[in-house]
Nanobody, 121 residues
Framework: QVQLVESGGGSVQPGWSLRLSCAAS????????MGWFRQAPGKEREFVAA????????STTDSVKGRFTISRDNAKNTVYLQMNSLKPEDTAVYYC??????????????WGKGTLITVSS
């Protein structure tokens, strides 16, 4: 069973940056496409970004394109989400997961507890 632990969340002001990390265990990380998702208060969980097993290919949803970058370190079994120019509408709980494809980023059923990002002045 794959286990995922997200970290790096916090409260920031608009325009600031954060980097989220997701440590994976219980599976062969180099065989896993990985993705980030988020769920804002009162809304459904949505896809944010995904990355191929090698890290050479990525996909990003339009609302964060140019601001968020997904990356991975296969030696550390970790996937990252670098978030720049944060906006209040980025406020959400962020989750990582294994994905079955890079677009639309169909998630598997390995949800972790997530990490909360609050963007407010």
């Amino acid at each position: 069973q794959v286990q995922l632990v997200e970290s790096g969340g916090g409260s920031v002001q608009p325009g600031w940056s954060l980097r989220l990390s997701c440590a994976a265990s219980g599976g062969t990380f180099t065989n896993m496409r990985m993705g980030w998702f988020r769920q804002a208060p009162g809304k459904e969980r949505e896809f944010v970004a995904a990355i191929s097993t090698s890290g050479e290919r990525t996909s990003t949803t339009d609302s964060v394109k140019g601001r968020f970058t997904i990356s991975r370190d296969n030696a550390k079994n970790t996937v990252y989400l670098q978030m720049n120019s944060l906006k209040p509408e980025d406020t959400a709980v962020y989750y990582c997961n294994v994905v079955r494809d890079l677009w639309p980023g169909t998630p598997a059923d390995y949800w972790g507890k997530g990490t909360l990002i609050t963007v407010s002045s």
